[in-house]
């Protein structure tokens, strides 16, 4: 499933049929829909109303913060940027329509424009005053909450305020896949222009960039604007997608991570009034978020991708007043200090009275192969089986290393685009680590062969992967396949090293403890005993898979992420 139709799936069923069910554009009566004369009157109550001239610019792209305008008379053109850097208007609204899509819940740069088509009146809301609208009317909130996820998947589907980045199939593809993740992941319009594939448009925008081929990949942001293989926090900076967190602010929270655990904090601990940063790497969803579809997550019968759950989540905990920092890593938690402070890895600070770890695991790797870091960062290694890793593998094979549902996940996707798919593990079987249903899939496969009792143990190739040899370890046999992507998902390593020195306890396997209080006597307890899911250090709470003992499932994240927001209202309280 593609990262437009992952978003698709957050917004519900369509109402009506549709030419093309799977285009936001064909659903005109969800994607821009018409207030009712009774929605309209209770809306505008909430803003100002101004009569604007014909031509008026009410935004750019680039701003940050801006209103939300209600459409009363006359209508509102909304444009992007066109070949020849003239306007391209692509959507008109009209009496009783309103603009807006998802970074109105957010402080990014916003994708596109927006001008009065002629002389019109409108009710105009400040973001504090759209806050209120959506909390006191809950159905005008609805309306507008499926038409802005809508809206942002119509933007990607059709490129409108995108980013375009030049890459090459022979050359760049491990940093250019690396680019596309990261900006597929946290839904970012892209346009992909390959050397091999579209030579002329990707000769002519890199002339335009200044860059030659030797510079791939290229990401042009935006006129004048373009990168030679930037890092993800560049392109980030370059595009507006991160949010400057403003000197000296205490947050009530700071959630680092915003994996299924994570977000689920930040949703109840934003929608319960407290102020609530979420600092995350690379993308909301975590581990869970590359997974192409859960399907025994409770209340979704026919399943569900990790990303759509990840990006319904982000939207919930957003709506509520959530910041969500993208991509910011922390580098350090001063525990001495209260409130905590958190240092990012850009040299900033952050404060915050209680902090929620949330960081997760992450797969292991092939150490044990000297050359496994040639292929890694795209270059047939993978720890993702999203959309953007399948299509590598048409008509190809494919192996997954690992016994667990993640590893299921991918190798049932995987068989859809691959020509076969080996599974790869060192035990008898999958039953102990499998879920049954995944297991029976992948039974009834023709197109899927379990390898049992086996180990890769040899990796092959030019600039990218080209063979893969692995090892049964019972009979010694050896067996060398064509594959040129190889998915690892094999363990889990926790994401704690910017812990060292904190103070925070950790188990043998470096999992951060929770429930045990420090020393007898330490001042730092009060003589209390630690809440529900609290490290060694007070207000410092561990959910989720980076916690000791936790049990390596989706819901049991969120369920964690859920009920820790009681204890860290009660450490804010001083509740002892």
């Known amino acids: 499933m593609s990262e437009a139709a992952i978003l698709q799936n957050m917004a519900g069923p369509a109402a009506t049929a549709a030419a093309n069910p799977s285009d936001p554009y064909e659903r005109q009566a969800q994607?821009?829909?018409?207030?009712?004369?009774?929605?309209?009157?209770?809306?505008k109550a909430f803003g100002r109303i101004q009569d604007l001239p014909k031509g008026r610019v009410l935004f750019?792209?680039?701003?940050?913060?801006?209103?939300?305008?209600?459409?009363?008379?006359?209508?509102?053109?909304?444009?992007?940027?066109?070949?020849?850097?003239?306007?391209?208007?692509?959507t008109v609204h009209g009496k009783h329509q309103f603009t807006g899509e998802l970074d109105l819940f957010n402080d990014r740069d916003i994708l596109v424009g927006g001008r009065m088509g002629g002389n019109g009146r409108v009710?105009?809301?400040?973001?504090?005053?759209?806050?209120?609208?959506?909390?006191?009317?809950?159905?005008?909130?609805?309306?507008?909450?499926?038409?802005?996820?809508?809206?942002?998947?119509?933007?990607?589907?059709?490129?409108?305020?995108?980013?375009?980045?030049?890459?090459?199939?022979?050359?760049?593809?491990?940093?250019?896949?690396?680019?596309?993740?990261?900006?597929?992941?946290?839904?970012?319009?892209?346009?992909?222009?390959?050397?091999?594939?579209?030579?002329?448009?990707?000769q002519a925008a890199l002339e335009a960039s200044g860059f030659g081929e030797d510079d791939l990949p290229v990401v042009v942001c935006g006129p004048h604007r373009a990168l030679s293989n930037p890092t993800n926090a560049e392109v980030a900076d370059c595009l507006g997608i991160s949010e400057e967190i403003e000197p000296g602010a205490v947050f009530d929270v700071a959630v680092v991570g915003a994996g299924p655990s994570g977000?689920?904090?930040?949703?109840?601990?934003?929608?319960?009034?407290?102020?609530?940063?979420?600092?995350?790497a690379e993308a909301p969803g975590g581990q869970a978020g590359t997974s192409s579809k859960i399907e025994n997550y409770l209340g979704f019968p026919t399943g569900i991708s990790g990303q759509a759950l990840a990006g319904r989540?982000?939207?919930?905990?957003?709506?509520?007043?959530?910041?969500?920092?993208?991509?910011?890593?922390?580098?350090?938690?001063?525990?001495?200090?209260?409130?905590?402070?958190?240092?990012?890895?850009?040299?900033?600070?952050?404060?915050?009275?209680?902090?929620?770890?949330a960081t997760g695991a992450r797969y292991r790797r092939l150490d044990h192969l000297e050359n496994a870091d040639r292929f890694e960062g795209g270059n047939g290694i993978?720890?993702?089986?999203?959309?953007?890793?399948?299509?590598?593998?048409?008509?190809?094979?494919?192996?997954?290393?690992?016994?667990?549902?993640?590893?299921?996940?991918?190798?049932?996707y995987l068989s859809r685009f691959a020509s076969h798919v080996h599974i790869l593990v060192r035990g008898e079987g999958l039953a102990a680590s499998m879920s049954d249903y995944l297991v029976g899939r992948i039974e009834a496969s023709d197109r899927i062969t379990l390898h049992t009792h086996t180990?890769?143990?040899?990796?092959?190739?030019?600039?990218?992967?080209?063979r893969v040899t692995w090892r049964n370890r019972r009979t010694g046999a050896e067996e060398t396949r064509p594959v040129s992507n190889l998915f690892l998902m094999l363990g889990a390593v926790p994401n704690t090293d910017w812990l060292d020195g904190c103070g925070v306890a950790l188990d043998g396997n470096g999992f951060v403890r929770v429930g045990a209080a420090g020393e007898d006597g330490d001042p730092r307890w009060s003589g209390?005993?630690?809440?529900?899911?609290?490290?060694?250090?007070?207000?410092?709470?561990?959910?989720?898979?980076?916690?000791?003992?936790?049990?390596?499932?989706?819901?049991?994240?969120?369920?964690?992420?859920?009920?820790?927001?009681?204890?860290?209202?009660?450490?804010?309280?001083?509740?002892?």
């Open 31 to 43: 994607t821009f829909p018409r207030l009712t004369d009774e929605q309209v009157a209770r809306a």
């Open 60 to 90: 750019s792209r680039g701003d940050r913060t801006v209103d939300f305008f209600l459409v009363l008379e006359g209508n509102i053109e909304i444009y992007d940027d066109g070949p020849d850097g003239q306007p391209n208007v692509f």
């Open 123 to 202: 009710a105009r809301m400040n973001r504090a005053q759209f806050r209120r609208l959506l909390t006191a009317e809950p159905d005008i909130a609805e309306t507008i909450m499926r038409a802005f996820i809508l809206r942002r998947v119509g933007l990607m589907q059709h490129a409108q305020g995108a980013v375009t980045l030049i890459t090459s199939r022979s050359g760049s593809v491990g940093h250019g896949l690396r680019l596309q993740r990261f900006l597929s992941r946290n839904g970012y319009p892209l346009r992909v222009l390959d050397l091999e594939q579209d030579e002329a448009a990707a």
């Open 263 to 280: 977000l689920a904090s930040a949703v109840y601990a934003a929608s319960e009034g407290l102020r609530t940063l979420v600092l995350e």
């Open 313 to 357: 989540a982000q939207v919930q905990a957003q709506k509520f007043g959530a910041r969500i920092a993208v991509p910011r890593t922390v580098a350090r938690l001063d525990c001495d200090r209260r409130p905590y402070a958190l240092t990012l890895d850009n040299g900033s600070e952050v404060r915050a009275k209680a902090v929620v770890i």
């Open 382 to 412: 993978h720890y993702a089986a999203t959309a953007i890793e399948a299509a590598l593998c048409e008509r190809e094979e494919a192996a997954v290393v690992g016994g667990g549902n993640s590893a299921g996940q991918a190798a049932v």
């Open 455 to 466: 180990e890769v143990v040899g990796l092959d190739g030019e600039r990218h992967l080209e």
């Open 528 to 576: 209390r005993a630690p809440h529900l899911l609290e490290t060694s250090r007070p207000g410092i709470f561990a959910v989720g898979d980076v916690r000791a003992g936790s049990v390596k499932r989706v819901a049991s994240s969120v369920g964690e992420g859920s009920v820790v927001v009681s204890s860290v209202h009660q450490v804010l309280a001083g509740d002892a």
